[in-house]
């Protein structure tokens, strides 16, 4: 089902790419929801702001989860004041 594919993909990429350390995580508001904030490491060593993944939650579960990777995407968010950098 949708629900295992999901955990599936968080568990095996996602949480290997935080624990190798290659992107940071950030728990953020958009849209009025509780979202995951990406941020990639670059070759110079800084974290840039990569993708936004909104979650929309009922009933205590994860119903819908709104992915947004393009630039073109994220100039909303920045403009709501999301960081385009961590440290």
């Known amino acids: 089902d949708a629900g295992r594919a999901v955990a599936r993909f968080l568990a095996n990429r996602v949480t290997e790419a935080v624990r190798e350390r290659r992107f940071r995580a950030a728990i953020v508001q958009a849209n009025g929801r509780t979202s995951g904030g990406f941020y990639r490491q670059s070759d ?38 999301l960081e385009r950098t961590r440290a």
């Open 44 to 81: 110079d060593g800084q974290f840039s702001f990569f993708a936004l993944q909104v979650l929309e939650a009922r009933d205590g579960r994860i119903r819908v989860i709104d992915h947004f990777m393009t630039p073109g995407s994220h100039a909303a968010f920045f403009a709501g004041g």
